[in-house]
């Protein structure tokens, strides 16, 4: 059978299939069906809301899936234990999130003029947020008294009528400014994971093809925001352009067919290329290419 493989259905859906792509595995997605297509044929996909992927991973409807650490923190809560009890293994860690590369946080924010400014102000407050087991053991751990609501959505329009605060999700904080909300604390920061039942990772085969989705996805991140450059130098000026260059290591010298040349490339930060390459140039480098990177495999 296929590796069945959970895909969060949502914000993250489109980072999620980009994401895939980079790694070399091209996701079509219906607007009307739950069962996307996959140009790998021992991967099964299925559409999943992120906040239900832990459960159904650690159920073992799902062999692996993709959502965030905020909603696995969720599930252990529910089901009061670790990730490893609920029947979750965490694979890979994936730094991407709806806009960007990078984490999410959950904050607590109240209204602009809020006489509020630390989480024990909200002593005998409503807070409105669909995190509701995380933010519980948040103000637990502070021993501050609270009503935890579940919001079903546009939580940011609640304070204050129907809340005094919200904890809510954000990666710019603009919607938050928009509504006139203004952040007191971080209740707890997330990134996306690969997670997998505990049971599939017992199957060798499944082991394998989840490890190996795990080295693709991370060498896709790894690669973003970075470019290659390939060059050809003159041996006398090789050790002036080696000084211009940053690399992951080192950058890779090959001799050519003339004795007098050699052939350099290497990995660097797309936005050092534009004035890195007129210092090359400067430096007897010719022939310079800067290509794309798919895949940064460390």
Not at 113 to 140: H, K, M, N, W
Not at 251 to 257: F, G, K, N
Request: overall charge negative.
């Amino acid at each position: 059978m296929p590796l069945q493989l959970g895909l969060p259905k949502g914000s993250l859906q489109d980072a999620t299939v980009q994401l895939l792509a980079r790694a070399g595995f091209h996701v079509y997605a219906s607007a009307r069906s739950y069962y996307p297509s996959i140009d790998d044929p021992e991967i099964a996909c299925l559409l999943i809301r992120a906040q239900e992927m832990a459960r159904y991973v650690g159920d073992g409807v799902l062999d692996a899936g993709l959502t965030g650490q905020d909603w696995i923190a969720e599930h252990a809560a529910s089901r009061n234990g670790t990730d490893r009890a609920t029947g979750i293994v965490p694979v890979a860690d994936l730094i991407y999130a709806k806009q960007s590369f990078g984490r999410v946080r959950w904050v607590l924010a109240v209204p602009d003029d809020s006489p509020c400014r630390t989480p024990q102000d909200l002593g005998g407050c409503t807070i409105a947020t669909e995190l509701v087991r995380v933010t519980s053991a948040y103000f637990a751990r502070l021993d501050v008294p609270v009503n935890v609501e579940f919001s079903w959505g546009a939580t940011e329009v609640k304070p204050p009528v129907l809340a005094d605060a919200i904890v809510e999700v954000t990666e710019t904080g603009s919607s938050l400014r928009a509504n006139r909300l203004r952040v007191i604390d971080t209740v707890m920061e997330s990134n996306t994971q690969l997670i997998a039942n505990a049971r599939a990772l017992e199957d060798p085969w499944k082991a394998t093809k989840i490890a190996n989705l795990a080295l693709l996805l991370r060498a896709a991140i790894e690669a973003h925001g970075r470019v290659g450059l390939m060059m050809n130098v003159p041996r006398p000026d090789l050790a002036g352009v080696l000084a211009l260059l940053p690399a992951l290591q080192q950058p890779t010298v090959s001799a050519l067919s003339d004795a007098g040349w050699v052939a350099v490339n290497t990995v660097i930060e797309e936005r050092a290329a534009r004035e890195l390459i007129p210092r090359l140039k400067a430096a007897r480098a010719q022939g310079i290419v800067e290509y794309p990177l798919n895949k940064v495999v460390l």
